[in-house]
């Protein structure tokens, strides 16, 4: 999990490794020995690669990964070309930010996603997230908002939608603030 955290962070801050070992006071061979799993660092590290990206390490009671990690995820998926699979991730981060605890909810939320490699992905997920925390009135991290969000065209997600206008209808405003269309119902948990 430690590879999918320093990742996340260095990701979201646009940095490279390079970059980031130079600020850690480091090799980049070592960030990328962490980041690849080859090398379970200790706390000590993880907290002194963590600190110049303006990041802290805590723990909060739940395992399922934080929006940042699940992003990289999806971002594996999306370059695999698995995108019946990237969907299903959505689904099931949706699903995770439903099932957890208010204050967990937030936690999970907070850090900023890396970019997934795809624009559609990317704002796809920030909508997820918005659309979750304001159904259960928790606040909206600010990076959900950031223009690289949205998306400059709509997109329609069920490729076999005939009705744009009836979608436009069912789909949360949460979504369509990202120029996604996408119905309610996919989000509702079973």
């Known amino acids: 999990m430690s590879s999918l955290i320093l990742e996340a962070a260095r990701k979201s801050r646009g940095l490279s490794q390079v970059a980031l070992a130079r600020k850690a006071r480091t090799y980049q061979a070592n960030i990328s020995l962490i980041e690849s799993g ?5 706390l000590s590290t993880i907290e002194q690669c963590l600190s110049p990206l303006g990041f802290r390490l805590i723990a909060i009671p739940t395992n399922k990964p934080t929006v940042a990690e699940f992003a990289l995820i999806l971002g594996q ?8 699979k990237a969907f299903r991730l959505i689904i099931q981060l949706s699903d995770n930010l439903n099932e957890a605890e208010p204050g967990v909810c937030v936690a999970l939320c907070t850090s900023p996603a ?3 490699g795809n624009l559609r992905y990317d704002a796809l997920l920030a909508g997820v997230v918005e659309y979750t925390l304001s159904r259960r009135k928790l606040p909206i991290p ?3 908002s950031e223009e690289s969000r949205v998306l ?17 209808k069912v789909t949360p405003r949460a979504f369509a603030k990202h120029n996604v269309y996408v119905d309610e119902r996919e989000f509702a948990s079973v």
């Open 77 to 84: 998926a999306i370059q695999e070309k698995k995108l019946s």
């Open 38 to 42: 080859a090398n379970d660092p200790g």
């Open 114 to 116: 890396p970019t997934t």
């Open 152 to 168: 400059p065209e709509s997109w329609v997600v069920d490729k076999y939608a005939k009705d744009e206008s009836a979608l436009a």
């Open 142 to 144: 600010s990076w959900v």
